[in-house]
């Protein structure tokens, strides 16, 4: 088992980044969205949606290059969009190419035998499959929650 599939082991049996590494739902995304531009703490966001503090620092990144690409944005008006700076956003695709030349270059020797110590990809299936209904669960909370406090203002 490799570090990085140890660690991602280790962070999905702890209840505060369970979802690191499951692909991002489009309601994920959209929490992270408006978490970010409302200069919410990385910490903060990382509970909300039970990940990484890393994972959403680069994910906001990402979704801020996305942004400037298919919103005809310029880099400063989306890194001041998400609170992050230009330099990051540089950073991640200077590193993004680096990785793709790597990876290019690199020549594929496919293991003799692979043995993963991950469990069947039935079991992953189901695994996914509870960890987005505890999601939206999650995040209905979290809109009720807002909902809750909309009316009580009133």
């Known amino acids: 088992m490799s570090k990085f599939q140890a660690k991602l ?4 049996k702890n209840e505060e980044t369970s979802n690191a590494g499951f692909k991002w739902e489009q309601c994920d995304d959209d929490t992270l969205f408006e978490l970010a531009v409302q200069n919410t703490p ?4 990382a509970k909300k949606l039970r990940r990484t503090e890393g994972s959403i620092r680069t994910r906001i990144v990402i979704n801020s290059i996305w ?3 298919n919103d005809n944005l310029s880099y400063e008006d989306a ?3 998400f609170n992050i700076s230009v330099d990051e956003m540089k950073n991640y695709e ?3 190419t680096q990785r793709e ?3 290019k270059n690199k020549p594929y020797n496919k293991p003799q035998q692979y043995q993963s110590s991950f469990p069947p990809s039935d079991y992953v299936e189901v695994l ?3 960890t987005q ?7 209905l909370k979290y809109r009720i929650e807002q909902v809750y406090k909309l009316l009580s203002k009133q």
Do not use: T
């Open 42 to 45: 990385i910490s903060d966001i």
């Open 128 to 130: 996914e499959g509870l």
């Open 9 to 12: 082991q280790e962070d999905r």
């Open 101 to 103: 030349d790597k990876k």
């Open 133 to 139: 209904m505890h999601k939206k669960q999650d995040d």
């Open 67 to 69: 942004k400037s690409k």
């Open 79 to 81: 890194a001041a969009l």
């Open 94 to 96: 200077q590193k993004k």
